[in-house]
Every structure is written in C-alpha cells, then in structure tokens.
C-alpha cells in the first residue's frame, strides 16, 4: 500500500516514522513536529482507519498510511517512534530494526522475555539505537537524585522507594472490566522498577514479594483486575526497595521517588508542580496535573530531543554519541520483575528471580 500524501511542508534533516496515534503516539508525534528543529515527522502510521490521515492532517505531515509494512520499506525513514499498543512492540522492534531504522519504543518493551530476547538480538545484528520510553529518567528532579547517588553523595544505598499514582477517575476505571491483572505491573510499575533499577547503579533485583488487591473497583475483583499494589524487592547490593501503585489519587497524579543511603538522603517528585498557591479560611491550596503526560511533558519531550541528538551524533561521531538513553537492557531489567512480581502477585508468595517461572503474561 503507498502512501496517501498531503500538502508538502518543509522537510528537515531526520525523518521520524510515528507508529500509533492513541494519547502517547500522537503526544510523541506533536512532539516531533512541534518541537524538534532538527527532525522531520515523515509520516503517521495506524491501522485503524482514517487515525493516521487525521493525526497527518493536524500536524501537517506528508504521508500517512494504514500500512505498517509501508515504514519499514520506505528507505528515506532514519527512525522509527513506536506508540503502538504494547502488544506489538517487540515484533515492531523487531521488523524496524531489520529494516536498518533507530527505534524509540515506549515502555513495556514487551510482554515476554522470550520476544524481547528475539527483538534485541536483531536491534544487535542490525546495529541500530534502541531507546526505551522511560520517560522519569529525562525529569530533573529525577535525573537529579540519579547523579547524586552516582556521586556517592548519599553513601550506599539501603532502602529505596517509587511510587506511581494515577488519578482518580470519574465514574470509576474506565472499562475495568477489560483490564487485565498484569496492567498495574507490565504498564505502571514498570516505570517504578526501571526507576528503582537506575537509582541503585550496578545491582540487580533478586527477590521480589507482591501484595495486591482490587480496592479502586472491587466489583471488579473476580475479573482479576488489580488497581493497588505494593512489591517488595531486594537488590542484590542488600538494598531493599518498595513501589507502590494505585489507580485512585483523588489529589491529581502522583509520582515519587526516594533513596535513602548510608549517609544521607535524596527525593524527586512533588505531585504539586506549580508555584503559584492559595490559602484560604479552609487552609492552603495549590493545583495538580491530572495526566502524566502534563506532570511530565518537558521530560517527555526531552527524551525524544536526546533521542534525535544521539541518532546524529552515531552518525557524525560526536560526542552526542555517548548520551546516556534507556536502552534494551534496561528494558529487560524492567520487565523481568514485572513478570515476577505478577508470578507474586497470583502465589502469595515471594518470587527469587533465578527460580521465576513466569516468562510472559497472558495477553
């Protein structure tokens, strides 16, 4: 199938390939057009009909198409934008990688690790960048704590915590009924691992323990929806770590982060993300964001800014080249515990990583 164009705009040096247009693929692809300079959104892509068109149209993309296969044969794409439901993305890796394109893909980077294994190794063959969309990495108050306890500011590190929030929503969760239990692990927590993971540098988890429940929507419960979760996990430095998940802030979207060393401590994340406060006779007030990608826009775009750079720089090289990106190996850290802490999460009972049985969830 070839492309349908629009109106042609001015073309820039790298050209970006946008696979997906629900909230974060088209977040991602205004992004592109919008604020990268130095890159081109070359076309939108979607099965779904008329997605793409519609998302082209608006930003004033030249192509678009219903045809994934249609971006991995295009020879004039430099990089590929995977927004695409996380079903996919190991296979999208995958093909993208084959077809010699830079990959961004969001996060989980699969939901086996037998497919994202098969996914790295042509990410490896084809030589390609890999970045993964772990988004609180590029946050300053995050990025901040990490080059603390890199410094050896805070000592070694003993305990840690993550945390992840998601607001609470009118009318309760939106089709709960069709959410599965890996969800709160595979799509929310995984960034809270990832997290966790980067604040304790050289350590790798190796025992997680798991206590969850349906407490947001408990009539949902026999559907084996879980929306609160709490996973214990021990690193192989000795640290002991915590995150924690709810899909009910009535407070706005609240993401946190703390590690606490042998000689001091270091915090990122404040649900309040606004300067300006109120006070009243009832007390102080100050505004939250409700969505994530509103607490985190600036981090959200910086990571696909540092994305574009490190492209140029493999190219030029540059010093560029060494920009420092979430990468396969990260995301396979990541989704390891996420798979365990679901093994937990089903058992009662504390997961060694070595013993983990579970490999994939049940899509």
């Known amino acids: ?120 190794q042509a990410v490896d063959d084809a030589g390609v960048l890999l970045q993964i969309g772990f988004n609180r990495r590029f946050s300053q108050d995050f990025a901040a704590a990490a080059e603390q306890v890199n410094s050896g500011a805070i000592g070694t590190p003993q305990l840690l ?54 407490l947001v929507a408990p009539e949902h419960r026999d559907t084996g929806l879980l929306d609160t979760a709490v996973v214990t996990m021990r690193y192989s430095n000795g640290a002991i770590a915590v995150a924690e998940a709810n899909f009910s802030a009535s407070y706005g979207y609240d993401v946190r982060g703390e590690v606490f060393g042998s000689k001091g401590m270091v915090q990122a994340g404040n649900p309040v993300q606004v300067a300006a406060s109120s006070f009243d006779a009832q007390g102080a007030h100050a505004p939250t964001e409700r969505l994530n990608i509103e607490l985190f826009a600036q981090a959200y775009r910086d990571q696909l800014s540092i994305f574009t750079r490190k492209i140029r720089g493999l190219r030029e090289g540059s010093a560029d080249a060494a920009l420092a990106v979430p990468t396969g190996t990260d995301a396979r850290a990541a989704l390891r515990v996420a798979l365990a802490a679901l093994e937990s999460s089903e058992t009662g009972l504390p997961v060694k990583l070595e013993s983990a049985t579970r490999l994939a969830v049940n899509a």
């Open 1 to 120: 199938m070839a492309y349908q164009s629009l109106p042609e705009t001015v073309a820039q040096p790298l050209r970006i390939a946008v696979i997906g247009t629900g909230w974060i693929g088209a977040f991602h692809a205004r992004t592109v057009a919008q604020y990268l300079p130095d890159a081109q959104l070359h076309v939108v892509a979607d099965p779904a009909p008329g997605r793409a068109a519609q998302l082209a149209a608006e930003l004033g993309c030249t192509n678009y198409t219903e045809d994934i296969a249609d971006v991995f044969a295009d020879e004039t794409v430099d990089a590929v934008v995977i927004g695409a439901p996380s079903s996919f993305h190991a296979s999208l890796i995958a093909q993208a990688a084959a077809a010699g394109k830079h990959i961004f893909c969001e996060k989980p980077a699969a939901h086996a690790l037998a497919d994202l294994d098969s996914a790295l």
């Open 161 to 214: 915590r993550s945390l992840t929030r998601d607001p609470e929503v009118a009318g309760g969760l939106p089709n709960a009924a069709k959410i599965r239990s890996h969800v709160i692990f595979t799509e929310t927590l995984i960034h809270d691992f990832d997290t966790l993971n980067w604040l304790n540098p050289g350590a790798e988890v190796v025992e997680v323990h798991v206590m969850a429940d349906a």
